[in-house]
Nanobody, 119 residues
């Protein structure tokens, strides 16, 4: 089992920055892929960015050049550095982890953290 806890959300003005963290309860060496998703009111949950165990990253077109995903395996933590925030980035942001064969290829989710971009 892996528990994920997000933190770092809040209210920020347009063009501001926030850093989200996702702390895992177990070693993320058993996690093949970690990612950030978001869900705005009335919309489906969408992928924001993900990062593989090897460090390969993938971003949604809407956040390329503004968001940076990273992971610190020693701290069992993943981060999302968000800059140049826009009102359309307002959403609940969720952390996801895809376990490898040692975790039965299970998918784990955090409880979410709210990000609001408004003046």
């Amino acid at each position: 089992q892996v528990q994920l806890v997000e933190s770092g959300g809040g209210l920020v003005q347009p063009d501001g920055s926030l850093r989200l963290s996702c702390a895992a309860s177990a070693s993320i060496f058993r996690i093949s892929l970690m990612g950030w998703y978001r869900q705005a009111p009335g919309k489906q949950r969408e992928l924001v960015a993900d990062i593989s165990r090897g460090g390969s990253t993938n971003y949604a077109d809407s956040v390329k050049g503004r968001f940076t995903i990273s992971r610190d395996d020693a701290k069992n933590t993943m981060y999302l550095e968000m800059t140049s925030l826009k009102p359309e980035d307002t959403a609940v942001y969720y952390c996801n982890a895809q376990g490898d064969y040692r975790l039965g290829y299970r998918s784990y989710w955090g409880q979410g953290t709210q990000v609001a971009v408004s003046s």
